[in-house]
DNA sequence: CAGGCCATTGTTTTT
DNA sequence: CAATGGCCTG
């Protein structure tokens, strides 16, 4: 049963100590720093892997949770290499797929309907602005945006309406609201993110027979980037392991992965504190660092970990390698974003060509960061101009586009006539005729009736009534039409049927939507052979502790599938009945959004954010725009922890990179139109100087936490040029660093100054030469700003 | 009812 | 600079 100490399982052969410590702890609560490139996702999958192979555990007693389908993706991936094991009888998944699979369950004890469906974050926008209508809120006092986020905040806290404290009367109208929206979302049978995880929560909570069950069930559960968990989801976790009393389970283990340097999400929600509380509650015994990074030469390990030394109060860790030093971290200075621009691009062709790293690197191993979307856009100008590939990660995903979202709303009225979100959607789109006076009207007559604006229909007249009838009827119809159609089928003859097709091909740029359609189509074809619909599904008995290991799991006339659906949920127990192929393939779309673009397969140099390339590791690294205001962000330089979370995502593009690190920041760079000074990030200032190479020389740096000021910005037009001033020989000479020199405009640090629309003020000090000029000014009325002296009327006061 | 024009306003993202 | 939203006219 237990592994031979002789002969160790295969499975850990290629560990070192700390992860194979980790592997095979035993049944009990753990927590596992996992740092950056240090193996965690090896880590994981080998455990699962370990406890099925020596039969402490079965596939149905595992539970894995992921933040993102990908993550999800991979651990099955990585599992069904190492055992032959069904990976898609067990629950492995995201926390919002494995609830929804929970609630499809026990969608009577959950007090849902059975083909409920799910509203992503447009839909629940939508949704609340439609209360807030109804009740003719004001959207001026009230934002739909702060409601929603309102909402979505108290759910994440595990509050229903009755459990908001109450300050104020705005509190008071946002409860109700929030109440409204409930209601609404009961009678038209859709749930959103949040509720998906709160609803299941509260089943588990209050249903002793339920949680009972799945305590016993559940002997391991394990969790990924724990950091990022917010409070409802710890909760969630937390109800599988103690009941509501305090009380304990069954005895299952959590075992949770982490990393507390990596968490930068504070912003929606997440609680590194969660790591500490889960120490505690659970008095987890076992805490195992991985210390060992496998990714990067150790000038790139020395400059992460010297950054965040600077944060207080962290669990403690720090990244070593067996490998050398490696290459400099190198450092650049541009006077523009555009020279920013260029020289990454030269840097890349030096690159490319073979001056690089180990010869030549291929595209898809360079990756450029950037704090915020917004600054992608000189880059991608410039790799487009020099014809150089790229792929910018971001932006609107596949089920997240306008057509495909209507297309989704013809297909769930089919599936759910009541939901009226998509019956707004498509009502008059293509356009026919129905406008926001005949709307208003059938939404006050389901009001009254207190029906779906689908069965008000009938009851309008006139000749508003008759357009409106004729859209029902067509859904209708429709709906009784592919009943016996396959899943293409019937997403083929709505997109016929409903006009969208017709509609975008009248379009100007119709074409790319229309074959965003068709790849609907396919998208969905390929959805069905991978569930299994259609051919014999086998039901896994999932419902039964089987007692048995690995080999119960095993179906051997069910190939494993390359891809494993993350959001797969089994027929019922008890009926064996199954989602229609149409509703499994709607809630597979609400669940996970696409990829954002296609043209994958090509060598294509990477541009991300850096949140999004959490998690990625690439042979060359550039993080650009590194200027206070920026990175780190204005917004999050008030306070403390806001600036802890830039240093820790700082910190995560540091370790993105394998072999080398370029970071960079630019003097100036246009933005909302106008041209910013910026001083280069504090961050470099945290960095060891022995890692770093700079590539043009370090000026003398106001920037910084010295002084604490933010970056200012100069309010002048950009110049009527539009930015074609800059040109490749300007950034092949190093930019002038400031000089001592006698400068021209007569002014000094410590002079007051007057400004023809900030007024009076203080001269902090002088920059740069020429037109290049600029003067970092405090100001009596409006704080802190730089100002281009060739620009700015500035002029001294006596 | 629909399309066009002007004013506003700008982190980070997954489910 | 750009995208989005509200308002206004044909």
Redesign the pocket.
């Known amino acids: 049963m237990f592994p031979d100490v002789e002969t160790p399982s295969p499975l850990l052969q290629h560990l070192n100590p700390e992860q194979r410590a980790a592997v095979t702890l035993p049944n009990e609560h753990a927590l596992i720093l996992a740092g950056a490139g240090s193996g965690k996702t090896r880590v994981l999958t080998t455990r699962i892997a370990w406890l099925l192979s020596t039969g402490q555990l079965s596939p149905g007693g595992v539970m894995a949770v992921t933040?993102?389908?990908?993550a999800a993706k991979e651990m099955m991936t990585r599992l069904s290499s190492m055992l032959p094991v069904n990976v898609r009888g067990m629950w492995i998944g995201?926390?919002?797929?494995l609830c929804n699979r929970f609630l499809r369950a026990h969608w009577k004890l959950a007090n849902l309907p059975q083909s409920f469906q799910i509203l992503?974050?447009q839909d629940q926008l939508s949704a609340v602005k439609r209360v807030m209508k109804q009740f003719n809120v004001d959207?001026e006092r009230f934002p739909a945006k702060e409601t929603q986020w309102f909402i979505g905040g108290c759910k994440e806290d595990g509050l229903r309406p009755r459990d908001v404290q109450v300050r104020t009367e705005e509190d008071r109208r946002r409860v109700e609201l929030y109440q409204l929206y409930e209601e609404q979302c009961a009678r038209e049978g859709v749930v959103d993110?949040?509720e998906l995880m709160l609803r299941s929560y509260e089943l588990l909570r209050d249903n002793d027979a339920i949680r009972a069950h799945y305590q016993r069930r559940f002997r391991h559960i394990l969790i990924d980037e724990f950091q990022d968990t917010n409070k409802l989801q710890y909760a969630w976790i937390k109800i599988f392991a103690f009941n509501p009393d305090g009380s304990s389970g069954a005895g299952n283990s959590i075992f949770a992965v982490g990393d507390d340097d990596q968490s930068?999400?504070a912003?929606?929600g997440a609680r590194v504190g969660n790591m500490a509380d889960f120490v505690r509650e659970f008095q987890v015994r076992h805490q195992i660092k991985l210390e060992q990074n496998y990714r990067s030469y150790s000038n790139i390990l020395d400059s992460a970990n010297a950054l965040i030394s600077h944060n207080k109060g962290r669990l403690g860790k720090n990244l070593r390698t067996d490998q050398g030093p490696g290459e400099p971290v190198r450092v650049y200075e541009a006077p523009t974003d555009l020279a920013e621009a260029q020289w990454l691009l030269e840097e890349m062709r030096h690159l490319v060509r073979g001056d690089g790293p180990e010869g030549g690197t291929a595209r898809r191993e360079i990756a450029v960061l950037y704090?915020?979307?917004?600054q992608s856009?000189v880059i991608e100008t410039a790799l487009f101009n020099a014809g150089v590939p790229y792929r910018v990660?971001?932006g609107l995903?596949f089920f997240e586009r306008a057509e495909i979202k209507h297309a989704l709303a013809y297909l769930r009225l089919l599936e759910n006539p009541n939901d009226d979100t998509s019956f707004l959607r498509v009502v008059?789109f293509p356009?026919?005729?129905?406008?926001?006076?005949?709307?208003e009207q059938l939404q006050d007559a389901a009001r009254a009736a207190g029906c779906s604006l689908h069965d008000a229909v009938s009851a309008t007249t006139g000749k508003?009534g008759a357009?409106l009838g004729a859209f029902v009827a067509k859904i209708d119809v429709l709906r009784e039409q592919t009943q016996n159609l396959s899943l293409r089928e019937i997403i083929e003859l709505v997109l016929q049927h409903s006009g969208l097709i017709e509609q975008y091909r009248a379009e100007r740029d119709g074409a790319e939507r229309i074959e965003n359609l068709e790849e609907l189509a396919s998208a969905a074809e390929s959805f069905v052979m991978q569930e299994g619909f259609g051919r014999d599904a086998v039901a896994l008995p999932v419902d039964e502790l089987s007692q048995s290991p690995v080999s119960q799991g095993l179906d051997p006339d069910q190939p494993l599938l390359n891809e494993p659906a993350p959001d797969y949920v089994p027929p019922d127990a008890e009926t064996g009945e199954t989602l229609s192929p149409l509703a499994a393939f709607l809630t597979h779309a609400a669940?996970?959004?696409g990829d954002n673009q296609a043209s994958a397969g090509q060598d294509a140099v990477q541009l991300?954010?850096v949140?999004?390339a959490k998690g990625l590791e690439f042979d060359v690294v550039f993080v650009t725009g590194l200027e206070e205001g920026l990175f780190?962000?204005e917004?999050?330089m008030s306070d403390l922890d806001?600036l802890e979370?830039?240093r820790r995502?700082m910190y995560v593009a540091i370790t993105r990179a394998r072999k080398r690190l370029y970071l960079s920041h630019s003097q100036t760079r246009?933005l909302?139109?106008?041209t910013r000074y910026n001083v280069r990030s504090r961050f470099f200032d945290e960095l060891p100087e022995h890692a770093l190479k700079w590539l043009t020389p370090k000026n003398q740096s106001f920037g910084g936490s010295a002084f604490g000021f933010g970056a200012g910005y100069a309010s002048t037009r950009?110049g009527g040029g539009?930015g074609g001033g800059w040109n490749a020989d300007r950034f092949a000479s190093p930019p002038v660093p400031a000089q001592k020199a006698e400068p021209s405009h007569g002014l000094k640090a410590g002079l007051q100054v007057f400004h023809t629309k900030f007024g009076e003020g203080t001269v902090l000090s002088i920059e740069g030469q020429g037109d290049d000029a600029r003067a970092q000014v405090k100001f009596t009325r409006h704080g802190v700003k730089w100002l281009a002296l060739a620009v700015a009327k500035l002029t001294p006061v006596t």
């Open positions: 933040f993102t389908n990908k995201t926390f919002h797929g992503d974050t959207e993110f949040g930068i999400y912003f929606r704090r915020s979307n917004a856009r990660y971001g995903r008059n356009p026919r005729g129905i406008g926001a006076r005949s709307i508003a357009n669940l996970e959004a991300m954010t949140h999004s780190p962000s917004r999050s806001g979370e830039e995502l246009l909302h139109g106008q950009s539009g």
